[in-house]
């Protein structure tokens, strides 16, 4: 991270984007649609006295040109928000450098080569999820799309533990969203949230 430019996709608040600078990155870029991200990011960056390495546009994916600028690109609980997820891809590779590096973490399922769910409606209560590949899928999708060394880093079961009610959050959270007969599933039958995290480069 030290030294690089990096491209944070559905940065959210963009947390990660601070976190980045803090682990050495020259410049962080968030992008994100949601104006309200836009004024919580800079609330924060006024709390630190005004630092400039690090900006949010509140722009999706779709927005942006090829721009080939970035020495890692992030996407992060994205992917399975688009309806396209090699578009999604392509969009990703379209951001990197030549050799730049790619991190891309989503849900998954436990399933073979060409296993995805695509949920009927709501997933553990999200709206707008659509595929959730196994991890062999994921790996090919990112192969297909001319990624290189790809490589799947980390799989955790999502926990209450990371995911639960705060003073801060909402009234409902993960522990809600699970089936309370058998929490190995949501409350709509899916199997319940596993999420993987994945490398490869352009
Ligand atoms: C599940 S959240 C993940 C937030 C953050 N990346 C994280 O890991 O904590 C998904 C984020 O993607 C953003 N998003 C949705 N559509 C997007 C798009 N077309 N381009 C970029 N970001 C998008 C949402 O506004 C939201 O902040």
Same mark, same amino acid.
Request: some cysteine; glycine content about 8%.
């Given at each position: 991270?030290?030294?690089?430019?990096?491209?944070?996709?559905?940065?959210?608040?963009?947390?990660?984007?601070?976190?980045?600078?803090?682990?050495?990155?020259?410049?962080?870029?968030?992008?994100?649609?949601?104006?309200? +991200?836009?004024?919580? &990011?800079? *609330?924060?960056?006024?709390?630190?006295?005004?630092?400039?390495?690090? /900006? %949010?546009?509140? !722009?999706?994916?779709?927005?942006?040109?090829?721009?080939?600028? +970035?020495?890692?690109? &992030?996407? *992060?609980?994205?992917?399975?928000?688009?309806?396209?997820?090699?578009? /999604? %891809?392509?969009? !990703?590779?379209?951001?990197?450098?030549?050799?730049?590096?790619?991190?891309?973490?989503?849900?998954?399922?436990?399933?073979?080569?060409?296993?995805?769910?695509?949920?009927?409606?709501?997933?553990?209560?999200?709206?707008?999820?659509?595929?959730?590949?196994?991890?062999?899928?994921?790996?090919?999708?990112?192969?297909?799309?001319?990624?290189?060394?790809?490589?799947?880093?980390?799989?955790?079961?999502?926990?209450?533990?990371?995911?639960?009610?705060?003073?801060?959050?909402?009234?409902?959270?993960?522990?809600?969203?699970?089936?309370?007969?058998?929490?190995?599933?949501?409350?709509?039958?899916?199997?319940?949230?596993?999420?993987?995290?994945?490398?490869?480069?352009?």
């Amino acid at each position: 991270m030290y030294g690089k430019t990096v491209l944070d996709v559905g940065c959210n608040s963009g947390y990660h984007l601070w976190r980045m600078v803090g682990a050495g990155a020259r410049l962080a870029v968030g992008i994100d649609p949601m104006a309200l +991200f836009l004024c919580q &990011f800079e *609330m924060v960056r006024k709390l630190l006295g005004g630092d400039q390495r690090a /900006h %949010l546009l509140p !722009l999706g994916i779709e927005a942006l040109p090829k721009l080939n600028a +970035f020495d890692v690109v &992030f996407s *992060m609980g994205v992917l399975y928000h688009r309806r396209s997820p090699l578009d /999604h %891809l392509y969009q !990703l590779k379209d951001q990197l450098v030549s050799g730049g590096q790619l991190v891309l973490e989503t849900l998954v399922i436990e399933g073979d080569l060409h296993q995805a769910l695509l949920p009927q409606d709501r997933y553990a209560q999200m709206r707008n999820v659509y595929f959730i590949p196994s991890v062999p899928t994921m790996i090919s999708w990112l192969e297909r799309c001319g990624f290189k060394e790809v490589k799947m880093v980390d799989i955790s079961p999502t926990t209450n533990d990371e995911q639960r009610t705060t003073a801060w959050s909402s009234e409902q959270s993960l522990a809600d969203f699970l089936n309370p007969d058998d929490p190995t599933k949501t409350v709509e039958g899916y199997p319940a949230p596993l999420r993987a995290l994945f490398t490869a480069r352009k």
